[in-house]
């Protein structure tokens, strides 16, 4: 997979076109689809986010949909391993939001051959099945940083929140996307004053966030 070599040492406009669009068309997508255009736009609000994050180490992506911002985990980050965790279709045969084709079935499908060398070096690890159902499987302290895409739901994400501060290291970080959702903001924000955690990433016009324990 030559696009695999590029990296996000490129500027952010080189990146997208060079990268990003080019792993959409490989995956399928028409350029200037409704989906293509879609996913361009989410993926590149999230760039100057992953530039804050730490390098190699172990990451998790909870909620991982078609795996496109994946691939920029990998550029960007170079995680030791990446774990994906999804229902994928556990939630049925079709999401009920999105563009393009919304078969949950397609979408592992397509991960599978899309990063079909990284898996069998097991550079990334799939996890089908319900956030909280994987992550009590992995020891304590075993994520570096986790990347939470999932429901957004208040009583889903607290318990999310509350698997991940013992399966994070000490000093790692619990990220995640679209903070603009009132009840995902609610949760972390409860969370953050319980847990006694602080912001480390917060950017209310790309809905980024990330949080760590105070020391």
Request: hydrophobic share 40%; proline share 1%; with cysteine.
């Amino acid at each position: 997979m030559e696009n695999n070599q590029i990296s996000l040492r490129l500027s952010k406009e080189e990146f997208s076109h060079q990268f990003i669009n080019s792993q959409l068309q490989q995956r399928g997508i028409q350029k200037q689809s409704d989906e293509f255009v879609e996913q361009q736009q989410l993926i590149e609000k999230r760039l100057d986010f992953l530039s804050m994050m730490p390098q190699g180490g172990v990451v998790a992506e909870i909620g991982v949909h078609k795996g496109f911002f994946t691939n920029c985990i990998l550029q960007q980050n170079q995680p030791d391993k990446l774990h994906l965790i999804d229902p994928w279709f556990l939630m049925g045969k079709e999401w009920k939001w999105g563009k393009g084709n919304l078969s949950t079935v397609d979408a592992l499908m397509g991960i599978l051959d899309y990063y079909r060398k990284e898996l069998v070096d097991r550079k990334l690890i799939l996890h089908l099945g319900w956030s909280e159902e994987v992550l009590a499987e992995f020891e304590d302290g075993y994520f570096d940083w986790v990347y939470l895409d999932s429901s957004h739901e208040y009583e889903d994400t607290l318990k999310e929140l509350n698997i991940l501060k013992l399966k994070v290291k000490a000093n790692g970080i619990i990220a995640g996307d679209d903070f603009d959702f009132v009840t995902l903001e609610k949760a972390v924000k409860e969370f953050m004053e319980k847990e006694d955690y602080i912001f480390i990433y917060k950017n209310m016009t790309d809905g980024q966030w990330a949080i760590q324990k105070r020391n």
